[in-house]
């Protein structure tokens, strides 16, 4: 996922772009960690010839081991699958990823469908995922439990450049509190 400064830039191929590790570690290490438990997937993990899978690299720096799946068929992932057509119904406390954007509204339906109950669905989106039409619907009955915002503007790229946009990690539980959503800020 990437916002870019300029309307010009092309797509990457299923919208894959590597989540920088150290801000997943900055995410674990200030509140994370408290919603990391139980047996992990990442459905979306990404990884290729030259760049490593960012979460399971991330949450093993944690003392953590997921499961992984991947689309795209030059992944490291240990299955090569659509995520959005697999059973995984009941199988993980956790699911945690950076989702296509453009498929990330199925990406969270799914995955609270599929997270065990007492759950959690963590997933890196751009902060302004909250203001949407489209998904204002879903978002008006299940609002995330935390917001996590990531103060400094991320790089997807090599080139260093970063995003027009900042980004969060937004945590759903499998059953809503009904509570306002916590709203966190990591330090720049």
């Given at each position: 996922m990437s916002s870019t400064k300029s309307n010009s830039t092309k797509r990457i191929p299923n919208d894959y772009y590597v989540t920088p590790v150290d801000e997943i570690d900055k995410f674990l290490?200030?509140?994370?960690?408290?919603?990391?438990?139980?047996?992990?997937?990442?459905?979306?993990a990404g990884g290729d010839i030259t760049t490593n899978m960012s979460y399971p690299l991330a949450l093993a720096r944690f003392g953590y081991s997921c499961d992984t799946?991947?689309?795209?068929?030059?992944?490291?992932?240990?299955?090569?699958?659509?995520?959005?057509?697999?059973?995984?119904?009941?199988q993980y406390s956790t699911i945690i990823t950076n989702p296509p954007f453009c498929q990330a509204l199925d990406f969270i339906k799914k995955g609270l469908d599929d997270v065990k109950a007492g759950g959690h669905v963590i997933y890196l989106l751009r902060l302004n995922f909250l203001g949407s039409e489209k998904r204002?619907?879903?978002?008006?009955?299940?609002?995330?439990?935390?917001?996590?915002?990531?103060?400094?503007?991320?790089?997807f790229t090599n080139d260093g450049h970063t995003d027009?946009?900042?980004?969060a990690h937004f945590i759903w539980s499998k059953e809503p509190s009904?509570?306002?959503?916590?709203?966190y800020l990591l330090p720049y």
């Open positions: 290490s200030f509140h994370g960690k408290s919603f990391v438990k139980g047996k992990i997937l990442d459905p979306a799946l991947d689309i795209r068929p030059d992944s490291k992932a240990a299955i090569v699958t659509d995520y959005l057509k697999t059973d995984c119904k009941g204002n619907p879903f978002l008006m009955k299940h609002m995330p439990k935390a917001i996590v915002v990531h103060s400094r503007r991320m790089s027009s946009i900042e980004y009904g509570k306002p959503t916590e709203l």
